[in-house]
């Protein structure tokens, strides 16, 4: 191959005569010089390790694991404050339940390993993922126990709801009444001298509605010598309510009647000397005080 070069320099156009040898020689020659170059280069990275990108790489791992520091405390602080309020909120709960069961009468649940009447300054609790645990753990099994002692409570409480809707605790005359005799001893209306009293009597107008005092199962209704028109309703449990000297009757045996239902009206037949209820409360055939069972109603505090 013939290169021929020209150049201002030259008067005269110079022919250069490149051959195959001089082509293999520079191709030989720039692959050793890049060869040389690159191992330089790693050279250089490898065991000089280029101070400044070694800075750099160190100061992101530093920034790196103080990030990861920084977020785990935050972290354990909102945890151990989290434990905190729900420690706050069992001793609330603690409260309700002795509230309740002092309302209630019925079993008061559990109180926590701590004391509620406590106090004392705030020292932050160090924070330690460990003990944290431990403490949600504690808290889990106090909720535990005491929501099973409220879950007894409300079952205890369902019952005793149960069996206050059937006691005869609603005035049985409707509209203004007084009371004329008490219950217990007194004397015979009829002159016969002392008498045991076995029911309060509710003086009103004639025809007054008389009311079931309780739900219940009418089991008498028809009349006697001395009672007069008579109705007794069962409400369960061996407790029965009398109602007597009515004008009327307005119920039949074996008829359910909801508290407040009218059963007849007042009046005075039987052994009466003028329009009255007589109202009886018995307990396995043994007469209690209607006004024990009347006391939440306005005439039974006169
Ligand atoms: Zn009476």
Same mark, same amino acid.
């Given at each position: 191959m013939q290169i021929i070069l020209v150049s201002s320099r030259f008067s005269l156009a110079k022919s250069v005569d490149v051959n195959m040898r001089h082509i293999v020689a520079a191709l030989g020659v720039f692959l050793l010089a890049v060869l040389c170059g690159s191992s330089a280069l790693s050279w250089l990275a490898v065991h000089l390790r280029l101070p400044m990108v070694q800075a750099q790489i160190e100061a992101m791992q530093t920034r790196e694991m103080q990030d990861k520091e920084a977020k785990a405390k935050s972290n354990l602080q909102a945890l151990a404050a989290r434990v905190g309020e729900l420690q706050a909120r069992m001793v609330q709960l603690d409260g309700l339940g002795q509230h309740l069961s002092s309302r209630t009468g019925l079993e008061p649940p559990a109180r926590g390993?701590?004391?509620?009447n406590e106090g004392g300054p705030f020292v932050p609790m160090p924070l330690d993922e460990k003990k944290l645990t431990e403490e949600i753990d504690a808290l889990s099994q106090r909720i535990e126990t005491q929501a099973e002692r409220f879950n007894n409570m409300e079952s205890l409480l369902r019952a005793a709801m149960v069996r206050r809707a059937f006691l005869?605790?609603?005035?049985?005359? !409707?509209?203004p009444s007084r009371l004329g005799s008490p219950f217990g001893i007194r004397n015979d209306p009829f002159g016969r001298g002392m008498a045991l009293h076995e029911g309060l009597d509710f003086v009103a107008p004639y025809g007054a509605p008389v009311l079931a005092a309780a739900g219940g199962v009418v089991v008498n209704a028809s009349y006697h010598h001395?009672?007069?028109?008579l109705v007794e309703i069962n409400h369960g449990g061996e407790l029965i309510t009398r109602y007597a000297?009515?004008? !009327?009757?307005k119920v039949t045996v074996g008829m359910t009647v909801r508290r407040g239902q009218q059963v007849g009206e007042l009046g005075s037949t039987?052994?009466?000397?003028?329009?009255h209820l007589h109202f009886e409360v018995r307990k396995n055939g043994s007469p209690l005080n209607p006004s024990d069972f009347l006391a939440s109603s306005s005439l039974a505090r006169r």
């Open positions: 390993p701590e004391n509620a005869p605790t609603t005035m049985p005359v !409707a509209g001395e009672f007069g028109n000297h009515m004008s !009327a009757i039987g052994r009466s000397t003028g329009p």
